[in-house]
């Protein structure tokens, strides 16, 4: 079942989830190049994750390359997860470029028209403001036809570019951010967020703060969540990442319709001892319903998949409300579990 962990639990009370579209904010930061940050995606060619990930949650295949994304340890994109419930519950697949180095090929693919943002310990170079107003604009325009829409993500070293982010916004947050180690690199990551906020003013507004030390997914999500949640139920996929894009919508004093927007994660980012997505959330003066999805691969066979309950991965691709969504529709774990095993053997 999804579980609540903070909210009232309306969201799903009212049934949003019979029938989803699901949108894949893809994303490339220079911040993912930096040695050690991230393991989101092959050594060397972590830019290519997004859009690797983009094209298996599409069609179960890959053309951008022959292998598909994992970790140096061998645990296989998250995207793995999200493809075995498409398979299972079905939904609608979109991708939303975000700045992507290489164009996936995917049936939808929605064109935003950014580039991929530079690392933020040099400065991103962003116009956070055009890029907030553009996912604004993309948000008051966008139409699909189901009842809900879930808005995931695959941006490598996004969780590092989310910290220095919330930590911009003047946000106590240390060691709430999580990470797709294990064994997160926190000294270097805090090591990249200081360098990054040394590079702004104090006295700098806003705008000017995120430009150096966010990055496009962030920034257009949270445009394009606060103007679709005007018209439409719209679910946060993702874990810290996503929580960020909530604090971006309430300290930049964005239009929200809070009842409609929910956060939705897996257990392991729930679960995680070395971040807090609950204080996280906790931090908003609005009120969200936060799920996790009560999941976990102990009944998997495969054992390079039980690294996720060691704490590797956790999520990404929308994976948490992925399983959310085939939860609320009466897939249970095991059937969930076997046909992730499907997905990835074949």
């Known amino acids: 079942m999804a579980t609540l ?29 930096i040695e050690g940050i991230t393991q989101a995606g092959i050594p060397g060619l972590i830019h290519l994750t997004p859009t690797l990930d983009a094209e298996f949650v599409d069609s179960g295949k890959l053309f951008s390359l022959d292998n598909i994304a994992e970790t140096p340890k061998g645990v ?17 697949f979109e991708v939303l470029d975000l700045g992507l180095r290489v164009k996936p090929k995917v049936k939808k693919l929605h064109e935003s028209g950014l580039k991929e943002s530079g690392r933020i310990d040099e400065g991103a170079g962003i116009d956070a403001k055009a890029v907030v107003e553009n996912g604004m604009a993309f948000g008051e325009n966008y139409l699909h036809d189901n009842e809900c829409l879930i ?22 947050c240390d060691g709430y951010f999580s990470s797709s180690f294990l064994d997160a690199p926190a000294s270097l990551k805090e090591e990249v967020v200081q360098k990054a906020l ?45 929580a960020a894009v909530l604090l971006l919508m309430e300290k930049l004093q964005l239009p929200v319709k809070w009842e409609n ?79 992730v095993e499907r997905v990835l053997t074949s």
């Open 5 to 33: 962990f903070k909210g009232r639990g309306k969201f799903l009370e009212q049934k949003n989830m019979k029938k989803a579209t699901f949108l894949l904010a893809g994303s490339v930061t220079k911040t993912c190049e």
């Open 76 to 92: 296989p994109t998250p995207a793995i997860i999200t493809r075995a419930v498409r398979e299972l519950v079905g939904f609608d």
């Open 151 to 172: 808005l995931g993500e695959s941006t490598p070293s996004g969780t590092t570019t989310a910290y220095a982010t919330a930590k911009a916004l003047g946000y106590d």
């Open 198 to 242: 040394q590079n702004v003013s104090e006295t700098s507004d806003i705008y000017t703060k995120l430009g150096a030390v966010s990055d496009n997914m962030l920034l257009f999500s949270a445009g394009f969540a606060s103007s679709y949640s005007q018209r439409g139920k719209i679910v946060l996929g993702g874990g810290t990442q996503m």
């Open 261 to 339: 927007v929910a956060l939705m994660t897996t257990k392991w980012v729930y679960e995680d001892p070395r971040s807090d997505i609950a204080a996280l959330v906790g931090l908003l003066a609005h009120e969200v319903d936060a799920y996790y999805a009560d999941f976990d691969f102990s009944e998997a066979a495969i054992p390079v998949l039980q690294l996720y309950d060691k704490g590797e991965a956790k999520e990404g691709v929308g994976a948490g409300a992925a399983l959310c969504y085939a939860l609320s529709n009466g897939f249970d774990k095991s059937t969930i579990t076997k046909e």
